[in-house]
C-alpha cells in the first residue's frame, strides 16, 4: 500500500530547513512525501526541491516519489498558535480530502494538527532528546521546594541524569520558568500524538535517546542528523535559502587557506547583537591572527562598526546576511566554529567534524552548551551567562575573551587536540548513522513500517 506524508513544518528556518531535508530522506526510501508551505516560505524551499526532484533511491527505483510543494497564500509571519488554527484549517481540510495522507509529521509547535487534520500526527522536535529530557527534569527540580536555588546565578545539578549537568536559573528558558498558553498547549499537544520523530543519531546522546525510548511516554525515532542527505555541493550551497556572498566566492577564499586553520561564526537566523557587541567580536577575531568567516545579521552598514582598516587588513570574510553553513564547515579548512548552539547549528557543527566555542543566547541553548562542552567534550564556553531573548539585556563579552577562546580552540597541545580528536568521532559516526545499517537508518525504516500499519480514515 502506498505510504503518502504530509509534513507541516513551522513558518522559521531553524524549523523549515530540517523538515524539507526530513521528507527528502522519506522521498528517497520509496514514500510520496509533500511538504505544506506558505507562500511566503517558498524561497527558502524552492531551491532545495528543485535540486531535489527527482531524488534518487536505491530502494525503491521510483524516480519522482517526492511530490510538489503544496503551498497557500498565507502572510510571511509566524502566527500564534491560535491564529494559526483559524487561518490554516479550512485549507488544511480540503489537502486532507484531497490527497489523503496516512499521516502528518508536523512540528512539535502544532499541536492541534491531529484534531484538524483528522489523521495521525508525529511531532518532529526542533531539538535533540538531551535538552528535552534535562528541560523535563529541571521543571520536576523547580516544582520540588527544596530543590530550587535561590538565586538567579545559583548553581543547581539537574537530578536524575546520566552525567553530572549543573545550571542556573539566568541560563534556563523563560518557556520552563513561566510557560505561556501556547507552551502549555504544545506540551499537552504531546500527549496526544501518535510519536515524535528526533533530528538526533543514537551516536550523539544513547544515554538520552535510551532515557526517553524507556520513558514509555511515547513512540520516538531519532532519524537524523537530516542534513547528511545534502550530499554534494549545490545542495549544500543552497539548503539555507539565498547567500549575500556566492558560494564560489566563499569556496575560493577557503580554498587559499590552510587545513584547519579558518575559525567559522555563526549565530543562527535570528541571533542578533548590540552594536557595542559586534564591534568586541571584531576586534577579538581580528586580534586573534586565524583567519575568519563570520556571518553578521545587522540592518546597517557594517563600516559603522568594523574597526578602522578592517576591510583593507583582509584577515577574514564577513558576511552580511544567510550563509551556506553546511558548505562552510564542511571544507577542510574549517577548524573551529563559534555558534549560538541552536539544536541544528550543533548538529552541523557536529556532524562536520568540527569543535565548537558556544555561544548560546536564549531557549534551550544554554542545555545544548552543556551537551557539547560537559558530556561530549567537543567546545569550549566563552562564559555566556544569561538566557536572554532580548538582545540589549545581555552581558558584552570583550574582545579579549573572542580571542582568547579562539586561541584555546585553535591552538595546540593535548587539550585541543584531544578536542579535535572527539570532535572528528563524532563527525564519521554521523555520516554512518545515516547510511545503510546504521542506527539513523534503521529507525526510518523502522519508522516506515509503523506508517504502514496505520488505518486511512
Given amino acids: 500500500m502506498d505510504l503518502h506524508i504530509f509534513f507541516l513544518p513551522f513558518v522559521a528556518p531553524g524549523h523549515t530547513i530540517p523538515m524539507v531535508d526530513l521528507a527528502r530522506i522519506f522521498a528517497a526510501r520509496g514514500a510520496k512525501s509533500t511538504v505544506v508551505a506558505t507562500l511566503g516560505n517558498l524561497p527558502l524551499i524552492r531551491p532545495i526541491l528543485d535540486l531535489t526532484i527527482p531524488f534518487p533511491s536505491a530502494e525503491s527505483g521510483l524516480p519522482d516519489s517526492f511530490d510538489n510543494l503544496l503551498a497557500f497564500p498565507t502572510p510571511d509571519v509566524m502566527p500564534q498558535i491560535s491564529a494559526a488554527i483559524e487561518l490554516l484549517q479550512l485549507p488544511f481540510v480540503d489537502l486532507i480530502r484531497q490527497h489523503r495522507p496516512r499521516c502528518v509529521i508536523s512540528d512539535v509547535h502544532f499541536p492541534w494538527a491531529r484534531d484538524v487534520l483528522g489523521v495521525p500526527r508525529f511531532a518532529f522536535h526542533g531539538t535533540g532528546c538531551f535538552p528535552h529530557v534535562v528541560l523535563g527534569a529541571a521543571l520536576i527540580s523547580f516544582r520540588s521546594a527544596h530543590s530550587v536555588a535561590s538565586r538567579d546565578d545559583e548553581p543547581f545539578v539537574v537530578p536524575g541524569l546520566p552525567h553530572h549537568v549543573e545550571l542556573t536559573r539566568s541560563r534556563l528558558p523563560d518557556f520552563l520558568i513561566s510557560p505561556n498558553e501556547s507552551l502549555i498547549r504544545m506540551g499537552e499537544g504531546l500527549g496526544k500524538t501518535d ?7 543514537y551516536d ?12 514509555g511516554s511515547m513512540k520516538v525515532w531519532h532519524v537524523g542528523p537530516v542534513l547528511v542527505c545534502n550530499r554534494d555541493i549545490k545542495h549544500k550551497a543552497v539548503r539555507s535559502g539565498a547567500a549575500s556572498v556566492g558560494y564560489d566566492d566563499i569556496l575560493n577564499w577557503l580554498d587559499g587557506k590552510k587545513a ?20 568586541e567580536i571584531a576586534l577579538g577575531l581580528e586580534n586573534s591572527e586565524h583567519p575568519f568567516i563570520w556571518v553578521v545579521r545587522y540592518d546597517g552598514d557594517l563600516s559603522e562598526l568594523l574597526p578602522a582598516g578592517f576591510g583593507e587588513r583582509k584577515k577574514g570574510m564577513v558576511i552580511n546576511g544567510w550563509a551556506p553553513q553546511l558548505l562552510i564547515l564542511n571544507h577542510a579548512s574549517v577548524g573551529g566554529f563559534v555558534t549560538h548552539c541552536g539544536w541544528n547549528s550543533l548538529l552541523e557543527g557536529a556532524s562536520a567534524g568540527v569543535p565548537m566555542i558556544t555561544w548560546p543566547l536564549f531557549a534551550e541553548q544554554f542545555v545544548n552548551e552543556k551537551l557539547i562542552v560537559d558530556v561530549l567534550r567537543i567546545g569550549i564556553a566563552i562564559g555566556a551567562d544569561k538566557c536572554c531573548s532580548r538582545t540589549e539585556e545581555r552581558a558584552v563579552v570583550a574582545a579579549e575573551e573572542v580571542r582568547k577562546a579562539v586561541e584555546n ?19 564519521e559516526k554521523a555520516k554512518r548513522a545515516a ?9 526510518v525504516s523502522s519508522l516506515i513500517e509503523h506508517l504502514r500499519t496505520l488505518k486511512m480514515n
Avoid: H
Avoid at 580552540?409 to 563527525?427: H, K, Q, S, T, V
Avoid at 547510511?435 to 529507525?443: F, K, L, P, Q, R
Fill in 435 to 443: 547510511e545503510e545499517g546504521g542506527s539513523s537508518y534503521s529507525e
Fill in 204 to 215: 550523539l546522546e544513547p544515554d538520552y535517546i535510551d532515557l526517553l525510548k524507556r520513558s
Fill in 260 to 279: 584547519g586553520s579558518v575559525i567559522y561564526v555563526c549565530f543562527g537566523s535570528i541571533g542578533r547583537f548590540t552594536v557595542a557587541q559586534l564591534q
Fill in 195 to 201: 510519536g515524535m520523530v528526533m533530528n538526533s543519531f
Fill in 409 to 427: 580552540l585553535m591552538g595546540g597541545g593535548e587539550e585541543a587536540d584531544g578536542r579535535r580528536e572527539r570532535a572528528r568521532e563524532i563527525g
